[in-house]
């Protein structure tokens, strides 16, 4: 070893200007690493990210949607933060960012995501037995007024989930009794739909979601036993199916939700008892199983919830009247029992996150809604329960965490809440008139 040592400090000693130029590059591609991420929805201008890691700050004016790095490079084992320094305007809208905290750990990181929403929010609600969509505006108290012209006619037959664009500027929505999926254009400041056709499914297709980067859809199809998966025109908001779709997962799909970083596809099972674990190959949207997956769960698995920092997902088991807890293995994407199931004294039907707290239908009995504190290790309990409508099968929180919304099939209504302390408070006045069946809801 001590001729080659020699050799190399010659060489130094000869060319030292192109040593440390190789030094420095050496040091910086070795030692130091870059944060970055994506952005969609963005229509307005103006917007600026900052970005905070030790003394180091830097700003970074967005345009466009799609990928942004900012140009420090930073040490390794260095925490970092990514917020909105500045929101878009003409037209106004807010931007939220996901996954922008972190600690620097051997790479790049490239999965912050930044999505952009008009300033005024509206609710969409699928009426499944009258065939149409319910538009409400929202106002700053979380309360729902109906637009002019709602409801809106479904251009497929029995709507059963809704799911709105990540800009804000489109609704699609799965129709389970004609197979097909309709999307709809959506006026920003009026709330109004405009069709724009239907693409085919699955049979029965159940479930809607949009990945992080609002650039893949899937659906999961209850009768053909797999998941649609579609790209997404960000101009036009038209679908293409993906190469490879539908792809298998377990018997009869229900619910299906994404982790925050956009690796992983999480889909419940309802027939097979189980919860299929899918890879997101994040340059063409096609899906592979994980490792180990499926993963066991209850009887009847109906919903699924994903805790916003990836790190646990929730199942409702609504047949074993259970509530399945677990980790998650972030390279994988591995599901790991925390702990038994939890027993409720009712058939839970739908989950949602917010502030902490696992948001349950139907969970100490029927027709009501309760929270469950969620401890550091993801192991759930319950915090209280409150009464709403006749079965209520839709649960969604606003983007911003402060309301949450429940689409009462039995009672033709959509009960509101405001949440905070772990706690829902029912909102004044309680709840809005749908259509006839509502059952799922969706806000921009």
């Known amino acids: 070893m001590e ?91 807010t931007c939220s960012v996901s996954n922008g905290s972190g600690t620097l750990a051997g790479a790049d990181v490239t999965t912050v995501t930044v999505n952009c929403a008009p300033t005024t929010r509206f609710a969409y609600v699928a009426n499944k037995l009258s065939n149409n969509i ?20 479904s251009t497929g037959s029995q709507p059963d989930a809704v799911s709105v664009g990540p800009s804000g500027n489109f609704l699609y929505v799965a129709n389970s009794a004609s197979n097909d999926l309709s999307i709809f254009s959506i006026n920003t400041g009026t709330g109004l739909l405009n069709p724009l056709g239907t693409v085919p499914t699955g049979l029965a297709p159940y479930g809607i979601v949009v990945d992080p980067t609002g650039s893949y859809l899937y ?29 298998p997962v377990g018997v009869a799909p229900t619910s299906l939700k994404t982790d925050p970083s956009g690796q992983f596809l999480y889909v419940a099972n309802y027939g097979s008892r189980s919860v299929s674990v899918l890879q997101l190959d994040s ?121 949450a919304y429940v689409a009462c099939e039995g009672t033709n209504n959509v009960f509101i809440y405001t949440v905070g302390g772990g706690a829902l408070t029912p909102a004044a006045p309680l709840s809005v008139t749908a259509g006839t069946g509502p059952v799922s809801i969706a806000i921009n």
């Open 3 to 93: 001729p080659a040592l020699k050799t190399v400090a010659l060489i130094c000693v000869a060319a030292s200007c192109l040593f440390t130029a190789c030094d420095s590059d050496f040091i910086l591609s070795a030692s130091t690493f870059t944060v970055g991420g994506t952005v969609s929805g963005l229509t307005g201008s103006g917007l600026v990210l900052q970005y905070v890691s030790g003394n180091v700050s830097s700003s970074l004016t967005i345009s466009s949607n799609g990928s942004f790095v900012f140009s420090p490079h930073v040490a390794n084992n260095t925490a970092y933060s990514v917020s909105v320094a500045t929101q878009p305007v003409n037209p106004s809208q």
């Open 134 to 153: 319910s538009v409400y505006m929202i106002n700053s108290a979380g309360g729902l007024t109906p637009i002019a012209g709602s409801p809106f006619v």
């Open 219 to 247: 659906v999961s199809n209850y009768s053909s036993n797999d998941i649609s998966a579609y790209t997404i025109n960000a101009s036009s908001g038209a679908l293409t199916e993906i190469s490879g779709s539908p792809f």
């Open 283 to 403: 340059a063409t949207g096609a899906l592979s199983d994980a490792p180990g997956s499926p993963f066991a769960a209850g009887v009847g698995p109906i919903s699924i919830a994903i805790d916003p920092t990836g790190a646990f997902a929730y199942v409702a088991n609504q047949s074993a009247a259970t509530i399945s807890e677990y980790s998650i293995n972030s390279s994988t994407g591995a599901l790991t029992a925390v702990t038994t199931p939890l027993a409720t004294q009712s058939s839970p039907t739908s989950l949602a996150i917010a502030g902490g707290s696992l948001i349950v239908t139907d969970v100490t009995q029927a027709n009501n809604v309760g929270t469950f504190a969620i401890a550091g290790t993801g192991v759930l309990s319950f915090s209280g329960m409150t009464q709403t409508g006749g079965s209520p099968v839709g649960l969604t929180v606003d983007p911003s965490g402060q309301f």
